[in-house]
């Protein structure tokens, strides 16, 4: 009964047909994670780069004067720049805080008095 198993010589081709096919397949799986990857990129990664390369050089402009707004929701003015650090006044009793350049969520306009 072993023996007729051990003559069965279809069974080989039957293999060597799925292993030609199984080359086939690992590139389309090769292919497929490649656009995924592509698909990934364009639409996340490219978009966070402009967004972190605008956001840095926003607060690399900033300027003595210029009316800010923290990541903390903290309005105030610019007194004095240091190199990663700023002093703001936050209210009509020239309160100051220091906060450092990447707390810095939006600068508005020149404030006019």
Request: charge should be positive; proline fraction near 3%.
């Amino acid at each position: 009964m072993l023996q007729a198993f051990a003559d069965n010589t279809p069974a080989p081709a039957v293999a060597t047909d799925a292993a030609a096919q199984g080359g086939n397949s690992g590139i389309m799986v090769l292919v497929i994670y490649a656009a995924i990857f592509a698909v990934f990129y364009f639409m996340l990664i490219a978009p966070q780069r402009k967004r972190t390369k605008k956001e840095a050089q926003m607060r690399a402009n900033v300027k003595v004067g210029d009316e800010i707004v923290t990541s903390g929701g903290i309005y105030g003015k610019v007194l004095q720049i240091k190199d990663d650090t700023l002093v703001i006044e936050v209210n009509a009793d020239k309160g100051k805080l220091r906060i450092a350049k990447w707390a810095i969520q939006e600068v508005k306009q020149l404030i006019s008095e």
